[in-house]
């Protein structure tokens, strides 16, 4: 089972890396699969290459009922001018909730798990979902991007003394 990386691991602050054409076979497969499994038993809707300590560009979204999508190297392309605002947790975060402006369509090119190209428009929730794990993808946590903290602020402040070493 992969172990969820809790923040202030470094792995968590940085770019991961594209997944080579040459990459798209049954281990990778097998890593959304093992991700998915994570994020189901964590009760998460999304999860990023970091989050398991894999500094891949692969993110898994979940359907509900044991169902997900898999994004490999997703890139946003258009995001819209029209905002909203969301209040987000994370796994690699828990029990700290912030409220994050995000926008509220975005459009994404991505591959599957067979290397294929695709192209998604989403809007809502899915959009501040995606938007949540490309973040990952970028070393960005929604701690970072919070207009407010609105739980665990007292477990952020005591985990961001421990990176200060104060």
């Known amino acids: 089972m992969l172990k969820i990386a809790k923040y202030p691991e470094p792995i968590l602050r940085k770019t991961a890396k594209a997944i080579a054409d040459s990459d798209f076979n049954a281990e990778l497969k097998s890593l959304a699969e093992q991700m998915a499994k994570a994020m189901y038993q964590d009760d998460g ?49 828990p029990k700290i909730f912030g409220y994050v402006v995000r926008p509220k369509k975005v459009h994404v090119k991505y591959q599957d798990l067979d290397g294929n190209i695709n192209k998604e428009k989403l809007k809502g929730i899915d959009a501040v979902v995606l938007q949540h794990e490309v973040d990952h ?26 990176i200060n070493g104060k």
């Open 137 to 162: 993808l970028n070393g960005i946590l929604f701690i970072d991007r919070a207009k407010k903290i609105s739980q665990g602020q007292e477990i952020l402040d005591a985990l961001k003394k421990k």
């Open 45 to 93: 809707i999304g999860l990023a290459g970091p989050q398991v300590n894999k500094s891949l560009r692969i993110i898994v979204i979940g359907l509900g009922y044991g169902k997900y999508k898999t994004y490999v190297n997703p890139e946003i392309t258009y995001s819209s001018k029209d905002k909203m605002s969301v209040e987000e947790g994370c796994l690699s975060l």
